[in-house]
């Protein structure tokens, strides 16, 4: 069991460390492109990146979440080489038409989403965006299934360094604004595919195989609704913010989102590394075992992190930023917290679908998106984006309870409640202590440190794990 974790642990470390690296690097341009973007531009950029995120999971059908499934499942393909291949013609013909109808549409897309056709050549970019981005994805998808975490990170860290010297050269020297921010993202991620489908070009020599797409299709298909709900709770808030208030106030949204990125980079690692493990251990009760301490550790990690965040917000804010962007802070704390929820949420659903039995999937999904729209739609127009992030958090809230419940019918697992129950109430509660208060920084972070001596003090840890603590100042002397 200590095994299995301990390669989780390193996988998501290694993918979170380029995670972390994007964040820290977007976290630093803030104070940079911020004046030179303006939260208008940032609002439109978030409304863009939103539609691309949408129509990604549709343009891909189920093939993409069936990939990992059928790589591993030799009684369900078994030829690994023309999963790989299959999938990666049936990406590509996704991607192409996606990105010829959007640039062809670019101009009322524009009137639609952004309020005038002034914006077509941005969304023009939002689409090459998307073309590259949906293969970039596919083809690191494939380091993924091979455990292969140092080669992802090279790879993202690349893309990083490529974006970051490009969005700089568009946006500070060139006065590009928006729109020099969108092309030093679509430049970073064109060169690193390219560079990709040179590597593994001997894999990606052209295959189709029908039956394969179907029973890939009949898999993932159950998810793809799923998915489409995930994306009206991920940015639903958005475009109800740009309808009843402005895209100034979108932008301001994304600057919280921004700051509230520690918990979304914890989120991003997990759930990178997280379908390849959980496929992988082909031992039901093993497994079992592993979803059990999985969940809890998230409950821990997740609450310490949003508790920091969400405490210390308010002096990151004018550190990173501007004064326009000052409503974020309060935002941080909530968004944080939805992370952590949402990181949950993955878990617990790969384990329904590690059981073949992804029909329901949707169902959960749905409840959570209607929940969300149906809360934004009452608090964006009365609390603006303090009400879209309450939105956020209850939505996530609803899709992790639901997927227990369903999931618990279909893979029971004997879960550790009162653990999880400990870690989440403890740093819900410390963080409000410290919204109430109002202390200064210190105070604010001496509160989020105390956090594992109040588990402590509450019998949160195992005695296993009270002896690995223990140890931890022994193993820094050696």
Aim: net charge positive.
């Amino acid at each position: 069991m200590r095994a299995q974790l301990g390669r989780l642990l390193r996988h998501s470390a290694i993918y979170g460390l380029a995670s972390l690296a994007s964040r820290i690097a977007s976290f630093l341009l803030l104070p940079v492109i911020s004046p030179r973007v303006h939260a208008d531009g940032y609002g439109r950029i978030e409304l863009l990146v939103g539609l691309v995120a949408l129509l990604v999971p549709i343009l891909r059908s189920g093939v993409a979440t069936g990939f990992f499934r059928f790589y591993y499942e030799r009684e369900l393909a078994p030829d690994a080489s023309l999963v790989i291949r299959t999938v990666f013609w049936f990406t590509t013909g996704g991607a192409v038409l996606g990105a010829v109808v959007g640039t062809a549409l670019a101009a009322p897309i524009s009137r639609a989403l952004l309020g005038d056709s002034a914006h077509a050549d941005l969304v023009r970019v939002a689409f090459l965006l998307l073309l590259v981005q949906m293969l970039y994805e596919q083809l690191t998808s494939l380091y993924r299934v091979e455990e292969r975490s140092v080669a992802f990170a090279v790879a993202a860290l690349a893309n990083l360094a490529i974006t970051v010297a490009t969005s700089l050269a568009l946006v500070v020297a060139a006065h590009m604004g928006a729109l020099g921010a969108m092309l030093g993202n679509a430049a970073g991620t064109t060169i690193v595919l390219a560079w990709l489908l040179w590597d593994r070009r001997r894999e990606l020599r052209p295959a189709w195989d029908r039956d394969l797409i179907r029973a890939m299709n009949r898999f993932g298909l159950p998810l793809l609704p799923a998915g489409l709900a995930l994306w009206l709770v991920d940015f639903s808030d958005r475009y109800l913010l740009a309808q009843f208030r402005t895209t100034h106030d979108v932008g301001v949204y994304a600057v919280g989102v921004k700051l509230a990125s520690a918990m979304i980079l914890v989120q991003l690692a997990f759930r990178t590394a997280w379908p390849a493990f959980a496929y992988s251990i082909t031992d039901d009760a093993e497994a079992r075992r592993a979803f059990s301490f999985v969940l809890t550790y998230i409950a821990f990690v997740g609450g310490w992190v949003s508790l920091t965040l969400g405490l210390v917000a308010p002096w990151l804010v004018p550190l990173v930023t501007d004064q326009t962007f000052a409503a974020a802070g309060a935002i941080v704390g909530p968004l944080a917290f939805a992370g952590a929820l949402l990181t949950a949420y993955t878990m617990l659903a790969i384990v329904i679908a590690r059981s073949n039995r992804t029909g329901r999937t949707w169902l959960i999904a749905s409840a959570g998106a209607a929940l969300n729209v149906a809360a934004n739609l009452v608090l964006i127009p009365r609390y603006g984006i303090l009400g879209a992030s309450v939105a956020t958090v209850a939505a996530s809230l609803v899709l992790v309870a639901a997927t227990v419940w369903s999931g618990q019918r279909i893979y029971p697992v004997a879960y550790q409640w009162r653990r999880v129950g400990l870690a989440t109430i403890t740093a819900v509660a410390l963080y409000a202590i410290g919204r109430a208060i109002a202390a200064p920084l210190a105070g604010q972070l001496a509160l989020a440190l105390s956090y594992p001596l109040v588990l402590l003090g509450l019998g949160f840890y195992l005695p296993v794990e009270r002896r690995w603590i223990t140890a931890i100042p022994r193993q820094l002397r050696r």
